[in-house]
């Protein structure tokens, strides 16, 4: 998700996030080897299903992850960088 929130967001906005996510960029880069889909093809949640089913993360269990990483980018970052960051999640 971090990975799509880099995608879609402007960089300032990300590097936002970015630090309020301690190694988010190691989570990114580790997602990146996995798998992750090119940038150019990160438009939304949906296009994160197949590489989150390859991880056994299901869509239930999606919707809960939102909030949940919500709540800690608000934490470390502030409430816009939260919003901003579930922004770029839709």
Excluded: C, N, W
């Amino acid at each position: 998700m971090l990975g799509l929130a880099k995608a879609k967001m402007p960089s300032d906005q990300y590097s936002q996030v970015a630090s309020a996510v301690p190694a988010s960029e190691a989570l990114v880069g580790e997602a990146m080897k996995a798998g992750l889909p090119a940038a150019s093809q990160l438009t939304g949640l949906s296009s994160l299903t197949p590489f989150l089913s390859k991880a056994g993360i299901s869509p239930e269990m999606v919707s809960q992850l939102v909030p949940a990483l919500g709540k800690a980018v608000g934490a470390g970052g502030g409430q816009a960088v939260a919003d901003a960051f579930l922004a770029a999640l839709r």
